[in-house]
């Protein structure tokens, strides 16, 4: 099947998990990350309530052992790890390590302030549990909105704080092959209660 094809069941998907989740008293929001447009989107209710630049992999889109590349299709919360920890706080094998770096610091490249483990929920993903795929701070700042990584989703550390705070385990999040616009569209056609005034 063609992205084309499969992108209004994919948003059909995180629309149905969000109404969910909501049910079910946690915070009714999706993750929406565009792989040619480096961005994600926090979609609530329908309504796409924040945006942020991110990186994904230097190596292309999929799910193989030992490609570096970030895994397309759905996905979801499965942990998150760092709460209250200062921004920039280094993480070793997802524990702090007592570091605390600033943006940008120079000839460091870790994995830095928050961790939200994603585990796959179809075949197309189903090896990221285990492959360690994260969307996570980087003191690399500079490069975010290019893709740099070696298989998660990279942000800022204060964006990456503030997306930690929004969902809650068990929310699910989509990497798409199509643009964020196209995305957020059918999403909003497939949701009467999406504000039709928002802007991109």
């Not at 990584?149 to 990279?154: A, I, K, M, Q």
Request: aromatic content about 8%; some cysteine.
């Amino acid at each position: 099947m063609s992205i084309p094809a499969k992108l209004p069941f994919l948003l059909s998907f995180l629309l149905a998990a969000s109404r969910i989740f909501a049910a079910e008293g946690a915070p009714s929001a999706s993750i929406l990350i565009s792989v040619p447009d480096q961005k994600l989107a926090v979609i609530q209710n329908g309504t796409r309530i924040a945006e942020y630049p991110v990186s994904t992999s230097r190596y292309g889109v999929g799910d193989r052992f030992g490609s570096y590349a970030t895994p397309v299709g759905q996905m979801a919360v499965a942990d998150k790890i760092g709460q209250g920890l200062p921004l920039g706080t280094v993480f070793k094998s997802r524990h702090p390590t007592g570091e605390v770096l600033p943006p940008n610091a120079p000839g460091r490249d870790p994995i830095v302030t928050r961790i939200l483990w994603l585990r796959g929920t179809e075949p197309s993903t189903r090896n990221a549990y285990a492959r360690d795929i994260y969307i996570h701070g980087t003191p690399v700042e500079r490069l975010i909105g290019r893709p740099v990584s070696y298989g998660c989703v990279r942000m800022r550390s204060r964006d990456v704080a503030e997306l930690f705070q929004r969902v809650n385990i068990g929310t699910p999040v989509e990497i798409t092959k199509a643009p964020l616009r196209r995305a957020l569209s059918l999403f909003a056609s497939n949701n009467p209660a999406s504000d039709s005034e928002e802007k991109d």
